[in-house]
């Protein structure tokens, strides 16, 4: 069983984290990765997420631990305590990947692999059809992702499951079962127990099919989203849609723009959206009444305002603003930043900078859709809702957490959770400090 791994050119000495649970399919990217380290002598990390769904999640966790141990592969656990979501599987899956996020930057690895295979590509094209969405998420994951500072590799996309458990029977891998896969009142369960196996009857490499089916819509929406992205700058402003603008581009291209704004703004439920939505988005803008709100999942409302159409968080709390900063600025949050001439300490409350690495005036102001921090002793960038996630910021506080920026909009510090690189330790060259409190 040659993976894509096998001719994936890996460079000395990369820094490599497996996102694995201790299922059959990780467990055998594992054996194969062990193999592959003494060739490219591979820093291996394993990240592993206990769900803590089942009692069998501690053996589970135990286990790997010690696999790791056994193999001086370094590892890195997490234990979720609570779930906040109706949704078990959408938030796991957003916990897992944060998680594994904060380990490939911790390491500064340049690939995160996960096990993801043919049947799973199957199996999420399916469901992506049956509830409906655009040709970029009818086109299921991507074998290669670029992210900001690494790659998402699924080497296994070529293969199926019944090949991953005949790799393991072959090499002897050992790996845990997780009964609830069996159970129907999943989705997933159910397309894989019936559906998948219908169509391996009428194809045994309808895998491959699929992934063919993915590529060709992953072309197709390339060329679609250059066309949506030059719509955008006009008929987008500020966030906003100028419906008189929106009405004269084709309607696919409106559907592409809303679909655009749907993902930025919901980005970690995104699965609470569908067709139906969509639709709904549309009727709302083409309806000859100037003011409506429709709202949406997630207390989020849609609304038409005359010329403008635009998403917002449905609570009376949401504001906005913008200071440009001096010395001395009081939040909305109720917090302040001012500017101090000397301070001890290094947490998050305290912010060094040297003016001539920015450029001032400083500016405090609410986050916007896609901010993006690069933060400090880290290679890359990190999008700001994804630091809000993973700190557990309340959406009503993000809405008014403060961000400061430089005068070319580079985000210098995010008060009282995470610094930037522009950031200075005491013993460094600065001449501003910056409190939060």
């Known amino acids: 069983m040659n993976t894509e791994l096998d001719n994936f050119h890996f460079k000395e000495n990369d820094t490599i984290v497996l996102g694995c649970s201790s299922g059959p399919d990780s467990m055998a990217l594992f054996h194969m990765l062990l193999k592959l380290r003494e060739k490219y002598k591979l ?69 995160l692999i996960t096990a993801h295979h043919g049947d799973d590509l199957v199996e999420t094209i399916l469901m992506r059809i049956s509830r409906g969405s655009n040709l970029q998420g009818y086109s299921g994951f991507h074998e290669i992702v670029d992210m900001d500072s690494y790659k998402i590799i699924r080497p296994l996309i070529n293969f199926t499951k019944e090949e991953i458990l005949e790799y393991d029977k072959k090499n002897k891998v050992p790996y ?61 402003e500020k966030e906003r849609v100028k419906i008189d603008e929106f009405l004269k581009i084709d309607e696919y291209l409106q559907r592409e723009i809303l679909y655009y704004l749907v993902s930025e703004y919901y980005q970690d439920d995104l699965l609470l959206i569908n067709d139906r939505h969509i639709d709904l988005m549309l009727d709302t803008i083409n309806r000859k009444k100037s003011n409506i709100t429709l709202d949406m999942p997630n207390d989020v409302c849609a609304i038409k305002s005359y010329n403008e159409f635009y998403l917002k968080r449905n609570t009376e709390d949401i504001n906005e603003y913008e200071i440009q900063f001096d010395t001395f600025a009081s939040l909305p949050n109720h917090h302040t930043i001012e500017k101090v001439d000397e301070i001890e300490g290094n947490s998050n409350n305290i912010c060094r900078l040297n003016s001539e690495e920015i450029t001032l005036p400083l500016t405090i102001r609410t986050r916007n859709i896609g901010d993006k921090i690069a933060v400090k002793g880290l290679n890359g960038t990190k999008k700001v809702k994804d630091i809000f996630i993973d700190k557990k910021i309340p959406i009503i506080k993000r809405e008014l957490w403060p961000i400061v920026t430089d005068a070319k909009g580079n985000i210098v510090w995010i008060p009282g959770i995470k610094k930037s690189k522009f950031d200075k330790k005491k013993q460094e060259t600065y001449d501003i400090i910056l409190k939060y409190k």
Do not use: W
């Not at 790997?64 to 906040?84: P, Q, R, S, W």
């Not at 899956?93 to 594994?100: G, L």
């Not at 159970?183 to 491959?208: G, M, S």
């Open 43 to 111: 820093n291996l990390i394993c990240a592993h997420v206990n769900h803590n769904m089942r009692k069998q999640s501690a053996e589970e966790y135990a286990f790997l631990e010690k696999y790791c141990d056994t193999h001086n592969v370094a590892f890195e656990g997490m234990i979720i305590k609570e779930y906040g979501d109706d949704n078990f599987h959408n938030e796991a899956r957003n916990i897992r990947y944060h998680f594994f996020e904060d380990i490939v930057l911790k390491y500064d690895a340049k690939y």
């Open 176 to 236: 845990y079962i997780d009964e609830s896969n069996n159970q129907d009142k999943y989705t997933r369960n159910r397309y894989r127990k019936y559906i998948l196996p219908f169509l391996k009857e009428e194809n045994k490499d309808i895998h491959l099919k699929f992934l063919k089916f993915s590529r060709n819509l992953t072309d197709a929406y390339k060329f679609i989203e250059q066309q949506r992205n030059k719509a955008m700058k006009k008929v987008i």
